[in-house]
């Protein structure tokens, strides 16, 4: 790109983060930021991005599965497109960077080029996906599924806690359902998918750098247990005479933790709710989720395997009843290598010596898989803090990251579909 000057990194980093504090009261209430799919407030923040890409020079419309997807056309109309880009919704009391910094990095990016005058042989989208968290309907990942023609209709009957079906609330968000198959892209019209996003852990910060390169993502599993016991006077029945489901879940609870730890896992119990949940009655029935992880499919499904054996042999020696439903499962997926290079050259390119991370958290790159190439850039965040409203970044690694992702995008070479 001749002529064109790379923005200083504190111009550019200012805007993006002034952008997340905008975003970021975009929220429920209550600590940090929860902004669940479907909702008012993801409503509002496609209204206040909706302007910014506008200002960027793109078009943008929302898509059946309420994702909002903005395009910075290229030199001739109509060209295939290489995408950038990340979720709007976040976990309850989150933070303003998970998912947020992957599109308004590209979408400050664009607005440079925008700007300067300048268009690709290619085009530029930035998806900015509905649900990435899965905080609303347990299962994860369907905006950039359904981009990935991966979305199984199925869940479209998923119910929320107040029995709102994802169906319901897609069609009062304004969405066609129906319409969500043919939203799906061919492969021929999207060269590649590059996300950013903040690292949630704490390598870069350790080894000094602002930015990295994402070669692996960890695969997992989310698991919704029921135990059902029987509910009790708290005054009369003898502790020997208990079925409670609480106590039970509370060792079941642990085996997650014992069995992940000894395996190398991740396992978290991230929700409970008790029932009837008062204080003079011995719990009658208990819910919770597990989210189980791991680098490699067959020892996190081993395990898994052994992790619910080991509930149902607690739920039978206490006398209650386990009912395990695998809501969710994802597999281990690697990025591409030609794209893991471009991003690499990138970064070095940006000054900084490009190092290669695993991520443990899912992302919607490892949708997008099952349809075009991927990358993902690391972002350094403080003490890798994340899910929390403490999680924070640098106006500078701001600045840098998209910086590098201009020179990404610059410099991208899409290899044919078949290298892919
Ligand atoms: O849970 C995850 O890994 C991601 O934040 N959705
Ligand atoms: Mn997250
Ligand atoms: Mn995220």
């Not at 960027?56 to 290229?74: C, K």
């Not at 990016?109 to 968290?133: C, Q, T």
Request: charged residues 25%; contains cysteine; hydrophobic residues 45%.
């Amino acid at each position: 790109m001749t002529g064109f000057a790379l923005p200083e990194i504190q111009a550019i980093g200012a805007e993006i983060m002034a952008r997340a504090e905008t975003l970021g009261a975009i929220s429920e209430g209550g600590p940090g930021v929860t902004r669940l799919t479907c909702t008012p407030e993801h409503r509002r923040a496609f209204e206040v991005i909706h302007g910014w890409m506008a200002e960027a020079g793109m078009t943008s419309h929302v898509d059946a599965v309420g994702n909002l997807v903005g395009r910075y056309d290229g030199a001739e109309p109509g060209a295939p497109a290489l995408m950038s880009g990340s979720h709007q919704d976040t976990v309850r009391q989150g933070g303003k960077y998970d998912g947020m910094l992957g599109f308004l990095v590209p979408l400050s990016g664009v607005a440079a080029l925008h700007k300067a005058g300048i268009r690709f042989p290619f085009a530029i989208e930035i998806p900015i996906f509905s649900d990435e968290e899965g905080v609303r309907y347990g299962t994860s990942l369907f905006g950039s599924k359904a981009l990935a023609g991966t979305f199984d209709l199925a869940e479209l009957e998923r119910v929320d806690a107040n029995g709102i079906t994802l169906r319901q609330a897609l069609v009062d968000f304004g969405c066609d359902p129906d319409a969500i198959p043919a939203i799906a892209r061919r492969p021929e019209d999207v060269l590649a998918f590059l996300e950013v996003h903040i690292e949630q852990g704490p390598v870069l910060e350790a080894e000094g750098l602002p930015i990295g390169v994402v070669d692996a993502f960890a695969g997992g599993d989310r698991i919704r247990v029921t135990v059902t016991g029987d509910a009790g006077h708290a005054g009369t029945v003898p502790m020997g005479r208990r079925k409670d489901a609480l106590t039970a879940a509370s060792e079941m609870v642990l085996a997650v933790e014992e069995m992940a730890a000894a395996d190398g896992l991740v396992g978290t119990v991230g929700w409970l709710e008790v029932k009837p949940g008062a204080i003079n009655v011995i719990p009658g029935s208990v819910a919770f989720t597990i989210d189980l992880r791991g680098p490699d499919d067959g020892e996190r499904r081993r395990v898994r395997g052994l992790l619910l054996e080991r509930l149902s042999e607690i739920a039978a020696r206490r006398g209650v009843s386990a009912e395990m439903e695998n809501i969710y499962e994802i597999l281990a997926q690697r990025c591409t290598p030609w794209m893991v290079r471009q991003a690499e050259a990138a970064v070095r390119a940006e000054g900084v010596e490009p190092l290669t991370l695993y991520s443990g958290a899912g992302h919607d790159a490892m949708a997008m898989a099952d349809l075009t190439a991927i990358a993902m850039l690391f972002v350094r965040c403080l003490r890798g803090v994340s899910h929390n409203p403490a999680e924070s970044i640098t106006t500078e690694d701001a600045g840098t990251a998209a910086r590098t992702w201009l020179r990404f995008v610059q410099d991208f070479r899409p290899e044919p579909i078949s290298d892919r």
